[in-house]
């Protein structure tokens, strides 16, 4: 049921992708494109911020699908009883909001990685990189503290249940977003 649940899951992750691949893009070299009118005033967006633009789009699409479909993924797979759906929500849904607020940081991380991309320096490369742990630091302890909070509630084993079914989603999540990023250029690549 598990594989299952998260063969669904990983289906729901490519369907993203495959929307953002067909998001519109920058023309490339030699490709010439005439914009409607209305859009002619504006300049068009340079290559880096087109770049930005669809990376942050795409973390959000992303975060958005999955979403949607964790509740239910959740319900199917812990098939909690009417007294253990009564203790289990709230504890989520508070959980759920804290880790929507880390995910917005991760976006805005995610954004600067772009616009900074092209520029990276030594110092540019430890301040992001140092943020990135830092986030993933309090993603950990927020995961902690909702499994001793459910285990409190329900029991451990239920508690651990939880714990890896919402492991597994991230990580499909992770993989979806770490996957569209570039890898930071090396200082003899540029």
Known sequence: MIRNTIATLALLASSSLAVYAQSPKAPQAGEKKTPPAAEQKAPPPTEQQTKS?????????????????????ITQVMGFTEAEEKAFWPIYRQYDAEMAKLGDERVALIEE???????????????????????????????????EQ??????PRTAMR?????????????????????????????
Not at 121 to 142: F, G, H, W
């Open 53 to 73: 633009l669809n990376l942050t789009a795409y973390a959000e699409l992303l975060r958005s699908d999955i979403r949607t479909q964790k509740v239910a993924i």
């Open 150 to 155: 459910v285990k409190k509630a329900l029991s």
């Open 162 to 190: 939880f714990l890896q079914v919402e492991h597994q989603l991230q990580l499909l999540i992770d993989l979806q977003i770490a996957s569209s990023l570039p890898i930071a250029s090396s200082t003899s690549d540029k």
């Open 113 to 147: 990685y772009a616009r900074n991309y092209d520029k990276m320096t030594d110092e540019i490369a430890d301040k992001l990189a140092t943020k990135a742990l830092d986030l993933e630091a309090r993603r950990q302890a927020l995961k902690g503290k909702c499994f």
